[in-house]
Every structure is written in structure tokens, then in C-alpha cells.
């Protein structure tokens, strides 16, 4: 990867005010930003844009955010792409060390905390 082309980013949120505000953060910061309302055809998806991270909310339909995210680590292209999980639940680091994601970050969350999680996996 060139240092010009842009570090690619997918959001998994059915949430639309999540992912508009989001997709403005990060792409004013450079970022390539593709945003999914569920996780469908998770694989395909992820294939088609090899990005840099991956955010995973738990409430994600239809399979869920630990489905997803256990769908995505038991696939061999993919498993090495970091997963932040995001939710409102209480037991966020439970769930995302059930679903195996690399960190987490918990809602509501602020700009400066979401920019701080994702630089610590890319």
C-alpha cells in the first residue's frame, strides 16, 4: 500500500446517526469509509474491500455482532483484519472477547475515543 491511497474502514451499525457521524469523522481524517446495516453475506463483503479495520456493533442484524465477528476471525484471508466491537451493552468486554475482536469501545463513545481505538489496532 501506497502512503497516498486511503486506510479503508467497514461499519457494521443499524444505527443511521452512527454511521453518518462516523463516515464524516473518518473521512475527514483520510479514511475510506463503507458502511453496512447488517451482515449479511459478511464474508463476501469483507472481501470485496480488504480494509485496514473492521467496526462491529452487537446488535448488528441478522446474525448478530459475535456471529459476524467469529464468521470474519475463522476465515483465512480475513482473521488478521482488527475488529473494534462497539455497543451500549454493560459487558462490552465480555462480548468482545467472546467474539474475539481486538479491542472495544463502548457507546456512547466520543470522537477523540473512537480515533484513539481504531489507531491502536492499524
Avoid at 462516523?22 to 472481501?47: A, P
Avoid at 475482536?101 to 484513539?116: G, I, Q, S, V, W
Wanted: aromatic content about 8%; glycine content about 4%; overall charge negative.
Amino acid at each position: 500500500m501506497t502512503n497516498n491511497s486511503p486506510r479503508k474502514i467497514i461499519i457494521f451499525d443499524d444505527d443511521d446517526d452512527i454511521l453518518s457521524i462516523c463516515n464524516y469523522i473518518l473521512k475527514e481524517q483520510g479514511w475510506e469509509v463503507h458502511t453496512f446495516t447488517d451482515c449479511n453475506d459478511i464474508t463476501d463483503r469483507v472481501v470485496k474491500i480488504m480494509p485496514d479495520v473492521i467496526l462491529m456493533d452487537n446488535w448488528i442484524p441478522d446474525a448478530g455482532g459475535i456471529i459476524a465477528t467469529q464468521t470474519l476471525k475463522k476465515t483465512a484471508a480475513l482473521k488478521n483484519i482488527p475488529v473494534v466491537y462497539f455497543s451500549a451493552n454493560s459487558d462490552i468486554q465480555l462480548l468482545a472477547n467472546h467474539a474475539g475482536a481486538e479491542t472495544y469501545l463502548a457507546k456512547p463513545f466520543d470522537l477523540d475515543e473512537l480515533e484513539r481505538v481504531i489507531n491502536t489496532v492499524v
